[in-house]
């Protein structure tokens, strides 16, 4: 049974830092690009970043891009998102997600999420 | 940056069909994948590579597109299909990135 536990989340002040962790068992972990997706309170979806498999490409939302790293740790099943410069607006709840990979009609890779964590909450507040 | 809109809802009694819709700017470039969202729930993947279901997903969901729209269809709603719908596509061109809709919240009265 694939299972996603995100942890990590707590309150922090602004400009504070703060790294969330993801262990994942149940498949194989290096075969997976992964995700993190975050919903602010009473609010949608928000892509925050992707890596692949082995770790060697990342993708970021513009607006976590500079500040937030995702970084994965494949010996130990594990994918991290490392939190600096926090926001007020970086207030929601962190999902990790699994990452199957299909091709667009240009045959570009894409991802979509068919595992997800139940979420870590991180609040950003003095 | 590229985006997708919905309608931000939509209520139907049982045993209707309900068609949710997903438009964007050349979205037939690209596979669309839906998501179900319960109140305090993660998000469930239902549809994939835009008509693909997941196992488990019941045979009531499936997903089409036509021209520049994508559309979740849900038969014989049952009151247990309350809940907000993503859509979600990942836009190649460019800075790649990943665009979810606003969601839309099906109401089963």
């Known amino acids: 049974e694939v299972q996603l536990l995100d942890s990590g989340g707590t309150l922090v002040p602004p400009g504070g830092s703060l790294r969330l962790s993801c262990a994942a068992s149940?498949?194989?972990?290096?075969?997976?690009?992964m995700t993190w997706v975050r919903q602010a309170p009473g609010k949608g979806l928000d892509w925050v970043a992707s890596?692949?498999?082995?770790?060697?490409?990342?993708y970021y939302s513009a607006s976590v891009k500079g500040r937030f790293t995702i970084s994965r740790d494949n010996s130990k099943n594990s994918l991290f998102l490392q939190l600096n410069d926090l926001r007020p607006e970086d207030t929601a709840l962190y999902y990790c997600?699994?990452?199957?990979?299909?091709?667009?009609?240009?045959?570009?890779?894409?991802?979509?999420?068919?595992?997800w964590g139940h979420g870590t909450l991180v609040t950003v507040s003095s | 940056s590229y985006f997708v809109t919905q309608p931000p809802s939509m209520s139907l009694s049982p045993g209707e069909t309900a068609r949710l819709v997903c438009g964007g700017d050349?979205?037939?470039?690209?596979?669309v994948h839906w998501y179900q969202q319960q109140p305090g729930q993660a998000p469930v993947l239902v549809i994939y590579?835009?008509?693909d279901r997941p196992s488990g997903i019941p045979g009531r969901f499936s997903g089409s597109k036509s021209g520049d729209t994508a559309t979740l269809t849900i038969t014989r709603v049952e009151a247990g299909d309350e809940a907000v719908y993503y859509c979600?596509?990942?836009?190649?061109?460019?800075?790649?990135?990943?665009?979810f809709g606003a969601g839309t919240m099906l109401t089963v009265l």
């Open positions: 997600a699994r990452s199957p990979q299909t091709y667009d009609s240009s045959g570009e890779v894409v991802y979509y999420f068919d595992y």
């Open positions: 149940g498949f194989s972990f290096t075969s997976h690009a």
């Open positions: 890596l692949t498999g082995t770790g060697r490409a990342t």
């Open positions: 050349k979205i037939g470039d690209k596979y």
């Open positions: 590579d835009e008509t």
């Open positions: 979600q596509v990942w836009h190649t061109a460019g800075d790649r990135h990943v665009v």
